[in-house]
């Protein structure tokens, strides 16, 4: 029973460019979460999606950051026009079901050069 | 604003020896506080998790303590081990979003 998994594990994008973060969730799993980790820091809540569904972005930055959970695929975090504030380990967790223990993947390491 | 403080930010603990790491809140709204494991490179595991109607919690050699009127908690682990080094989180859970705290950097040194 494969985990979350997220992809890629290392990112590295000049400022300016765009950056996108795959996240497949657990098998049966339908909601997802993406939260960002700074260096030294704990974990921050960004969004909260289900299947086609935003249900939170509370944590989103108002712009350049955008998230989507289509019907079919990995769940997708977008980062445009990236600067360097925007380095970062962004993790993705999902659960079955609202309220259900959230399981997270391994992460995506994003550097801005 | 920090909701989650976390203490302390490193710790170091002798194998055998008690490793403790504390966590207070603000917000009585959160209805569920798990513990997370983090190794290097890795994303957060679930190690433990309560409820704020259990005043203590235990799963082999972790155990959480909870104060529900200082509103606080605590992690214990109990006979520590060099494996056990990493990085540990406290979060406090309202709906769907968690609120983690700073993060703990545990040594369990031989």
């Known amino acids: 029973n494969a985990g979350v998994m997220q992809n890629p594990r290392h990112l590295v994008r000049r400022r300016g460019q765009e950056a996108r973060l795959r996240c497949s969730p657990m098998k049966g799993h339908s909601h997802v979460y993406w939260y960002r980790q700074l260096p030294e820091e704990g974990l921050k809540f960004m969004v909260y999606l289900q299947k086609e569904n935003i249900i939170d972005e509370s944590g989103m930055p108002k712009e350049r950051f955008s998230a989507e959970f289509p019907k079919e695929g990995p769940s997708i975090l977008r980062i445009q026009q990236v600067v360097r504030g925007d380095s970062a380990a962004y993790f993705c967790a999902s659960s079955p079901s609202a309220g259900h223990e959230q399981y997270f993947g391994p992460g995506t390491r994003l550097t801005v050069t | ?110």
């Open chain 2, 1 to 110: 604003q920090q909701q989650v403080k976390q203490s302390p930010q490193s710790l170091i603990v002798q194998k055998g020896g008690i490793s403790i790491i504390n966590c207070a809140y603000e917000n009585t709204a959160f209805d569920y506080f798990p513990w997370y494991q983090q190794f290097p490179g890795k994303g957060p595991a679930l190690l433990i998790a309560i409820r704020p109607d259990v005043s203590e919690k235990k799963e082999g050699r972790f155990t959480i303590s909870f104060n529900k009127s200082a509103k606080q908690f605590s992690l214990h682990i109990m006979d520590s081990q060099p494996g056990d080094s990493a990085t540990y989180f406290c979060a406090a859970r309202r709906g769907n979003k968690l609120t983690f705290g700073t993060g703990t950097q545990l040594k369990v040194e031989l």
